[in-house]
């Protein structure tokens, strides 16, 4: 096959089995029983998969081949019948696997009166990544998804491919190392798209583990490292694209334009060899292409837009792979753990006129306890005036609620 090299494929590395293995599925069984538990559906059906570090899989097939099912056992949210799963070398409910993994459902369920930032910030806090390092995430992931000129609208607000942007920012809050991907480019118009496709592209490069379910093929071919094709709750086929796409039977040729008698004394070499000439035919661009080529000579004219911008810069505390990205080495990437890791660690100094408010509460019970039992005739304790206690402050760890702190003590 002699054609040019399409500049616009990624680079794929060389494979190596020596990378570990991220994701692990061996004869992965799942079916849905009804109220009597006789077998209803058979979802998933012996399904074998294995992605490995810095893998961009694809997981394709039509409605109702098991994709989600496969997904959610995966994630731990349901238990397969039968089969072993593998994810970061343990099993999907161990609770250590959850902080290294960045899910972007189907559909964004997000908080629709909560601002972008509000809701990165939000998610950050689950994680409990401290205030200084979530303010820092958080700019840096909406400017690398072209949101940070609309940070502060309600997500509500915004149009369904704003909102996907939003979705996998909140995906990589946590620096992931395995992320799954469903329907990431779902509702985008092109230029959104192509800067998603961008954005995994870079993080793949980085060293994460993706993978990537979608019906749109083209992103597959443009992404994906490998492919599983399910139906019925089978793998049928697997492969690297190249292995799953190549036509063994057919030869492309490509070279200038051919005037008619060329085309001609072409024609009657290959009838020598008993072949024909099936098509003649100028080479046509992707309507993909020609669009982005459009919408970036009108930003370059200065037209603007009230919607997304371009996204930066992939953000910096994103782990970086072996491979150099955008000047990031690996040590860069190890200094710029190491940083996050000692702002984590770092203690936050209380104020000295605090009082804990497990102490507080501890004083509270403790007087109540030893309150003598008033005799007959006295006023009723209800009654009686109660000494206000001054608020010295905020409490040491605003946080905590009273019950935890007395479950501590």
């Not at 104020?351 to 102490?359: E, H, I, K, L, S």
Request: with cysteine; proline share 7%; hydrophobic share 35%.
């Amino acid at each position: 096959m002699i054609a040019e090299k399409n500049s616009s494929r990624p680079y794929f590395p060389q494979a190596d089995d020596s990378r570990p293995v991220d994701i692990k599925c061996v004869g992965v069984t799942k079916i849905f029983r009804d109220f009597w538990m006789r077998p209803r559906v058979r979802a998933v059906d012996g399904v074998d998969l294995e992605v490995r570090r810095g893998q961009v899989c694809g997981l394709l097939g039509p409605n109702g081949s098991g994709k989600s099912t496969t997904i959610k056992m995966l994630l731990g949210l349901l238990t397969p019948t039968a089969g072993r799963i593998a994810v970061m070398g343990k099993r999907p409910r161990h609770v250590d696997t959850k902080k290294e993994i960045g899910y972007l459902p189907e559909e964004s369920y997000l908080y629709r009166f909560l601002s972008a930032r509000e809701t990165l910030d939000y998610y950050g806090r689950l994680f409990r990544i401290p205030a200084p390092i979530r303010r820092e995430r958080v700019s840096k992931l909406l400017e690398m998804v072209g949101l940070e000129a609309v940070e502060h609208r309600p997500v509500g607000e915004f149009s369904k491919g704003m909102q996907r942007r939003v979705g996998l920012a909140q995906t990589l809050i946590n620096d992931p190392q395995l992320l799954i991907l469903d329907e990431p480019t779902s509702g985008m118009d092109p230029v959104g798209a192509r800067q998603i496709k961008d954005v995994i592209e870079k993080l793949a490069e980085r060293g994460k583990t993706i993978l990537l379910c979608t019906h749109l093929l083209s992103d597959v071919e443009d992404l994906c490292e490998r492919v599983a094709i399910m139906f019925g709750g089978k793998v049928r086929a697997e492969g690297t694209c190249g292995e799953l796409l190549e036509q063994q039977e057919l030869t492309n040729l490509q070279t200038d334009r051919l005037p008619a008698d060329a085309v001609a004394e072409i024609q009657a070499v290959l009838a020598k060899r008993g072949l024909g000439l099936r098509s003649v035919e100028q080479p046509r661009r992707r309507l993909e292409s020609l669009f982005l080529e459009i919408v970036d000579t009108a930003r370059k004219e200065g037209t603007h837009t009230s919607g997304a911008r371009s996204g930066g810069q992939i953000a910096d505390f994103l782990r970086a792979g072996a491979t150099e990205v955008a000047g990031d080495t690996e040590a860069d990437g190890v200094e710029i753990l190491d940083s996050l890791a000692a702002k984590a660690a770092a203690p936050q100094p209380a104020p000295a006129t605090t009082a804990p408010a497990a102490t507080r509460e501890d004083d509270t019970l403790a007087e109540l306890v030893a309150r003598p039992t008033p005799p007959p005739g006295a006023a009723h304790p209800a009654q009686a005036p109660r000494a206000v206690e001054a608020d010295t402050g905020p409490d040491d760890d605003p946080d905590d609620d009273v019950l935890a702190s007395l479950t501590r003590r």
